[in-house]
Structures are given as structure tokens and as C-alpha cells.
């Protein structure tokens, strides 16, 4: 059975902080990992992809994979309170499908 | 990136009654839909997986004679909720992939909310 784990939090972190958010799953031929981000009563919307091992950076995201140790995270520099949402972690594809994990709340404090 | 609109964003039903849910991708082909249900403070649940065409593959757990799923076109799907009770009221999300560039992508719809009263 495929799993993706994260920590449900909530994460609190001040404004101005990194926030750093974790994924680990289970299937070692995963190929492509996406973080998304969902506000409450909201669908979630795709932040960033990586594929390939090490860091991708884009704006105030960044995204670290090591295959090796099934991990993939994402840090969030200089948080703002509007970064407050529950983060989660996809893992794919299987077939057609991705696998999310449950999601961190993360909450940025003014 | 890709537009997959769903509609309506939020119904009122009463128990008993069919709700017809819509997820249409608007600007590209999507010869698969998934359908998610989310509680609240909960994650996504997958459904099921709708195929243009054919039978949708539901999980384990899911009725399939209660949530109907048509996937009628390359860029239509819809999930009914038949003899809806209060314990169906939720989130449902619907998803496409498309591939913008190298990686395929997962869309959503913009979600909707069903109170069943």
C-alpha cells in the first residue's frame, strides 16, 4: 500500500520566519512529488512540482527531494499570515492517480 | 496552467433527494477525472476514477450505486449523490491531470459544498 505521511500540525511559525514542512512515503518508485496548498473551504491549488533530487527553488518555495531517504519537503521563506493554509503533499503518479497525504496546517502569526 | 471549473459550488439539498455535481475541463482534454470527498479538518479521500467512455473504478468503501460518476465527454464528468442523507454532506472535489510541460499536473475544481438537511 502506497502512503504519504506528514505531520498534521498545526505548524505555527511568526511572520517573517521559515516554515518548514515535511513529507515521507512509503512506494521507492515514486517519481513526482507536489506540494499544494488549500485554504479552508477552498480545492487546493498546485505551489510547486520537483522530480529530480536536491532543491528547485521558486519565489518564497522551496522544494528538497532525497529519494534515498523517501523525503521531500517544503520551506517557505519570509511566511506571511496569507501563507496560513494546510499544506499537502502528493506523490505520483500511480496510474492516473497521486496519493496526497493528510496535510499540515500551517499558522503564520502576526 | 490548466482550468478544471466545477459547478454548483455549494447546494442545499433535502434527505432523500439526487444531487448532480459538474467538472469540466475548460481548456484541455481530460480522459481522466477523479472525484474526491474531503470532511472537515480532514484530507482529500479519493472516490473514485472516472474514464471518458467507461465505467468509473471506485475505492473500497465507496457505493457506487450511490455516487453515479458519467464521464460522457473528454472534458465532462459528473458525480450524483443519490438518496442523499445528512451524512453525505461534504466537501467533493474533482481533479484532472494534464501534462503542461514534462510533468503531468493534478487540477482541481473549485469544489463543492453539500449540505444535506
Known amino acids: 500500500q502506497k502512503e504519504v505521511e506528514q505531520n498534521s500540525g498545526p505548524l505555527s511559525v511568526p511572520e517573517g520566519a521559515i516554515a518548514s514542512l515535511n513529507c515521507t512515503y512509503s512506494d521507492r518508485g515514486s517519481q513526482s512529488f507536489f506540494w499544494y496548498r488549500q485554504y479552508s473551504g477552498k480545492s487546493p491549488e498546485l505551489i510547486m512540482f520537483?522530480?529530480?533530487?536536491g532543491d528547485k527553488e521558486d519565489g518564497r518555495f522551496t522544494a528538497q527531494l532525497n529519494k534515498a531517504s523517501q523525503y521531500v519537503s517544503l520551506l517557505i521563506r519570509d511566511s506571511q499570515p496569507s501563507d496560513s493554509a494546510t499544506y499537502l503533499c502528493?506523490?505520483?503518479?500511480?496510474?492516473?492517480?497521486?496519493?496526497f497525504g493528510p496535510g499540515t496546517r500551517l499558522s503564520v502569526l502576526p | 496552467g490548466a482550468v478544471v471549473s466545477q459547478h454548483p459550488s455549494w447546494v442545499i439539498c433535502k434527505s432523500g433527494t439526487s444531487v448532480k455535481i459538474e467538472c469540466r475541463s475548460l481548456?484541455?482534454?481530460?480522459?481522466?477525472m477523479f472525484w474526491y470527498r474531503q470532511f472537515p479538518k480532514q484530507s482529500l479521500m479519493l472516490m473514485a476514477t472516472?474514464?471518458?467512455?467507461?465505467?468509473?473504478?471506485?475505492e473500497q468503501g465507496v457505493e457506487k450505486d450511490k455516487f453515479l460518476i458519467n464521464h460522457a465527454s473528454l472534458t465532462l464528468s459528473t458525480l450524483t449523490v443519490t438518496s442523499a442523507h445528512p451524512e453525505d454532506s461534504s466537501f467533493y472535489i474533482c481533479s484532472a491531470r494534464a501534462t503542461t510541460g514534462v510533468i503531468p499536473e493534478a487540477f482541481f475544481g473549485q469544489g463543492t459544498r453539500l449540505t444535506v438537511v
Open positions: 472516472s474514464n471518458e467512455g467507461s465505467k468509473a473504478t471506485y
Open positions: 481548456d484541455f482534454q481530460a480522459t481522466t
Open positions: 520537483i522530480y529530480s533530487n
Open positions: 502528493a506523490v505520483g503518479p500511480y496510474g492516473q492517480n497521486f496519493v
